[in-house]
């Protein structure tokens, strides 16, 4: 469930030696060789048990010398939480929230074991938080499903510019909340048997994966079946931004159970690719915006809906839609949804948790 996280704890004289003995710098010298600029960052130089981590640094000095005037010195750790509690590095298997706060837990304790310094969870703060689930495609490809979510957004106004498009991948945010689907696949081929290739040709020649995990920092790669589950799945993320964490009050361990409802909400708008039933019946006011939206999107629908009608209205007829199987924010129109010679092949996506 919990994904890649960014966590800040204040610094003292102790952590700032300690992240100096780790620090890799990076400087911007000008011509006469005044120093104009310098970032310190940890990642390479980290003991192998936290692959991935990445560890910066915010000097209040700095900060109030630029007019911030409540500066505070921190130290910021960014990692997958999911990739360091799996036994193969990876992110392919599902997660509870419950048990990920007790791995956040423990990677607090082997932090603070680690580096020789007592690390309290209820000093960090989160500044992002990405939570996320792994779902299988019973039926269909992949690359329809995700051509059909690409047309439900941007059907929607705005959502030319708020929808992001990679190959194999889409991503829809705001600057409070984002989101992102993926083919697993796709992904790791691309990112991790990349970058594990070299393993995987020893593992191929016989090595055993004993010896695979002393060379991987004791973790395993993925095997054969492991693999071929991953052609079929889909990954979807909500990413918590630190507007949407402050706003809410969600800024300590303690309080990210909060984040499940709105992850779920997200989560069955986004997921959702519907034409509407055919056995549905709609009285004239349903009828009027149902026609509104497969013309309009849902946002300049409602916009031309409230130029005769209230408020109150659109909501009502909007519940009474819903109570029908009918939800307007993940409704596509069957004619946008595939090329026009694959309608009468037109199927009901099914995802299930992988």
């Not at 969870?121 to 996320?132: A, G």
């Not at 269909?140 to 995700?146: H, R, Y």
Request: hydrophobic share 35%; aromatic share 14%.
């Amino acid at each position: 469930m919990i994904d890649t996280v960014r966590l800040a704890y204040p610094a003292d004289s102790k952590i700032l030696a300690l992240f100096d003995s780790f620090a890799e710098r990076l400087q911007k010298i000008s011509a006469d060789g005044e120093v104009i600029w310098e970032r310190s960052f940890c990642h390479e130089a980290l003991p192998s048990s936290f692959s991935g981590l990445r560890v910066t640094l915010q000097l209040g000095s700095d900060l109030k010398k630029e007019g911030f005037t409540h500066a505070r010195s921190l130290v910021f750790f960014e990692f997958s939480l999911q990739k360091w509690q799996s036994d193969t590095g990876y992110n392919h298997e599902n997660t509870s929230l419950e048990n990920d706060l007790l791995a956040l837990d423990g990677w607090v304790g082997f932090l603070s074991y680690t580096l020789g310094y007592d690390f309290w969870p209820e000093n960090f703060e989160v500044y992002r938080i990405d939570l996320s689930q792994n779902y299988i495609l019973e039926n269909g490809s992949v690359p329809d499903f995700l051509r059909s979510l690409e047309l439900k957004f941007s059907r929607h106004e705005n959502g030319e510019k708020k929808l992001m498009r990679f190959d194999g991948a889409l991503q829809y945010g705001s600057r409070w909340i984002g989101k992102k689907l993926y083919h697993k696949f796709g992904e790791f081929q691309k990112n991790y048997f990349k970058n594990k290739s070299a393993l995987y040709g020893l593992y191929n020649s016989g090595v055993t994966m004993d010896e695979i995990k002393k060379q991987n920092g004791g973790k395993r790669i993925l095997d054969n079946s492991e693999i071929t589950s991953l052609i079929r799945m889909l990954r979807f993320e909500v990413e918590f931004r630190r507007m949407y964490l402050q706003r809410n009050k969600i800024v300590k361990f303690k309080a990210l159970p909060q984040l499940l409802e709105r992850f779920e909400k997200e989560k069955e708008t986004f997921l959702s690719v519907k034409a509407v039933p055919s056995e549905v019946s709609f009285t004239d006011g349903e009828h009027r915006v149902y026609e509104l939206v497969k013309a309009h999107g849902l946002v300049k629908a409602q916009q031309i809906y409230l130029e005769t009608k209230s408020r109150a209205s659109w909501f009502r007829i909007k519940s009474a839609l819903l109570s029908k199987g009918v939800r307007l924010e993940s409704f596509v129109n069957d004619k946008w949804r595939l090329d026009e010679k694959e309608q009468g092949q037109l199927k009901e996506f099914r995802l299930r948790v992988a």
